[in-house]
């Protein structure tokens, strides 16, 4: 019913989520943006408005410039270490412990699940705050502890502590690279037993990840419920379309599945 009110949808999709054992929740950068965290696609704010993101995140730019990536990703990092989870964040941990069982697949780097409470997280894209070697020295990913050895911290990046030979660089996922074979496995084999899917903050423009909540209609007959503010590319394939801020929208839901 495309004119129902949005109450009356999020009561649909309330519905939806408290008959189902298995749910999946898919997150993009919306559901971090009322942290202030900024999406890749917003503009770059300050010093780093004249790149394009996409040039800064791939390994070809890293090898090209790796100071000026590494100094990109440390802004992205320090501002993820100084904002905190929003409702939308609490609302999604909330539902993890409402429902039999729940598993967030986020596209998101920030680490904001786990610190809203979030148990079961499959971080497709990495997390920033982590780091490992560019040519995966030790197999990927050799997580590198920066304070756990001796590097000249104004001329970064620093060199691999292990192979002295690459450097040291975000553990996350870059543009033109495979996701981790385990996380995507792993998110597909769910995705296609699931019986609902809420996809939260996300373009559904960047594969694979964009391909899940399709995956999950097709083997699985999932509902689809998507929140978003504006309609994206999963919107068309939705069975509930819940209009509005994940921060305003997932905390009526919870409310919801309280009662
Ligand atoms: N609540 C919910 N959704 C929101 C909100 C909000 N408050 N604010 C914005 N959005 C929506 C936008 O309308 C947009 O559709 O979040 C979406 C963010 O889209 P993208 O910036 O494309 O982020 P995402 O889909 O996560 O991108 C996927 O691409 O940039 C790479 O690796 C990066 O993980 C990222 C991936």
Redesign the pocket.
């Known amino acids: 019913m495309p004119n129902q009110p949005l109450t009356s949808r999020i009561e649909d999709a309330a519905a939806m989520l408290r008959k189902a054992q298995k749910v999946a929740i898919l ?5 971090s ?2 942290s202030g965290v900024p ?4 503009a770059l704010e300050g010093y780093w408005q004249n790149y394009n ?1 996409e040039d800064l ?1 791939t390994p070809a730019a890293f090898k090209r410039n790796p100071r000026l990536v590494w100094e990109w990703y440390e802004s992205r990092r320090s501002r993820v270490g100084s904002v905190q989870p929003n409702p ?1 964040h609490v609302a999604i941990a909330e539902i993890e412990r409402l429902l039999p069982e729940v598993l967030v697949i986020t ?3 920030d680490g904001l699940h786990r610190r809203a409470g979030s148990r079961e997280v499959i971080e ?2 990495g997390d920033i705050t982590q780091h490992k070697c560019f040519d995966d020295c030790k197999g990927n990913p050799t997580l590198i502890d920066l304070d756990s050895f001796v590097w000249d911290k104004s001329n970064p990046p620093p060199y691999c502590p292990h192979c002295h030979s690459a450097y040291v660089r975000p553990n ?2 870059w ?1 033109t690279e495979a996701l981790p074979p385990d996380a995507l496995h792993r998110a597909l084999d769910f995705v296609s037993r699931c019986e609902v899917i809420l996809v ?7 594969q694979p ?2 391909s899940l909540p399709y995956q999950a209609k097709r083997y699985g007959g999932a509902k689809v419920i998507d ?4 309609p ?1 590319e999963i919107t068309s394939i939705a069975d509930v379309f819940l209009q ?4 305003e ?1 997932l905390p009526e839901m919870v409310r919801l599945l309280r009662a």
């Open positions: 997150t993009g950068a919306g559901v943006k009322e999406t890749f696609r917003d993101p995140a939308g596209q998101n780097v497709l894209h996350v996922v543009f939260v903050g996300t373009s559904g423009v960047v990840a964009a929140v978003n503010p504006i994206d509005g801020r994940s921060g929208v």
